[in-house]
């Protein structure tokens, strides 16, 4: 009968089989991973150096667009309501004081067509207005996209149109 305590069943009384041999046992049998090799180290800096300026680029982009988005948005409403003031017989003058009020009064905004109805504008008249605005990027993404690029994106413009029918 062989010996309990022999060499050839040492390792077999771990539970552990051979394949696993790379995992060491210590304390209460529990096993660990041996400890990683020393030329590792910095590893995570030199990824996120790498990922980082992507991430920002992306990041960057989110932001402008969405602000973008929004001005643009609320560009579009302004000379929609404007137009449908227009349509309601309204001046020009109250036709811009009501796109500054919604748009806000520090911005300033270029009218390139403000057409109201009158007392007697007839059927298949519209009330048109087409205004426009500057778009101020606050992220770094517009410079470097003309360091890299060599466009110039300096003034963005944005454009809306509202056309309403006049109602008589």
């Known amino acids: 009968m062989p010996d309990r305590h022999s060499s050839r069943n040492r390792t077999r009384r771990t539970g552990w089989p051979e394949c696993c041999a790379w995992f060491s046992l210590k304390g209460r049998g529990v096993p660990r991973v041996k400890r990683r090799a020393r030329n590792d180290r910095g590893v995570a800096a030199l990824e ?20 973008m988005l929004q001005q643009f948005i609320q560009l579009t409403e302004a ?3 404007g137009a449908r003031l227009g349509a309601l017989n309204g001046s020009v003058t109250d036709v811009k004081a009501k796109i500054s009020g919604i748009v806000g009064t520090s911005v300033t905004l270029t009218y390139t067509t403000a057409t109201v109805c009158t007392a007697g504008s007839g059927i298949g008249v519209d009330s048109k207005i087409v205004v426009q605005r500057t778009y101020d990027p606050i992220t770094p993404l517009v410079a470097l996209v003309q360091v890299v690029g060599g466009q110039n994106m300096a003034t963005i413009t944005l454009s809306a149109t509202g056309v309403m029918s006049c109602v008589g």
């Open 48 to 67: 996120t150096a790498i990922v980082m300026p992507v991430l920002l680029l992306i990041m960057f982009g989110i932001i402008d667009m969405g602000r």
């Open 79 to 81: 000379a929609r309501e």
